[in-house]
């Protein structure tokens, strides 16, 4: 199973960006996905995560507001819609996902399936 995650890019403060995450080699549908994000020299932070059975869905206070996490069930796919960019959410982004309902979302070690990361570059 390999989660690609793709719409990384350069944008001004205040910008939008769209990333996309997609599953290939299942054809499981994952029951949780989400996104996390690292800047260099810091740990990993949860960023968002949507349960598919529940509809529930969780962002990190410091992007409340700002992001939308959405999901395509039967495409087996997520997206993470970021508008009104700061310069502190430059990051590398990962998706995540697992087969389970995940409870405790914000943890890293709680996802079997990890993307490769997209550079996210907001200029101020």
């Known amino acids: 199973v390999q989660l690609q995650a793709f719409g990384g890019g350069l944008v001004q403060a205040g910008g939008c960006l769209r990333l996309?995450?997609?599953?290939?080699?299942?054809?499981?549908?994952?029951?949780?996905m989400g996104w996390f994000r690292q800047v260099p020299g810091k740990e990993r932070e949860f960023v968002a995560a949507?349960?598919?059975?529940?509809?529930?869905?969780y962002y990190a206070d410091s992007v409340k507001g700002r992001f939308i996490i959405s999901r395509d069930n039967a495409k087996n796919t997520a997206s993470l819609q970021m508008n009104s960019l700061k310069p502190e959410d430059t990051a590398v982004y990962y998706c995540?996902?697992?087969?389970?309902?995940?409870?405790?979302?914000?943890?890293?070690?709680?996802?079997?399936?990890w993307g490769q990361g997209t550079q996210v570059t907001v200029s101020s």
């Open positions: 949507i349960i598919r059975s529940s509809g529930e869905i």
């Open positions: 995540v996902a697992d087969r389970a309902h995940i409870y405790t979302y914000t943890r890293i070690s709680a996802y079997d399936y």
């Open positions: 996309s995450c997609a599953a290939s080699g299942t054809t499981f549908n994952f029951s949780s």
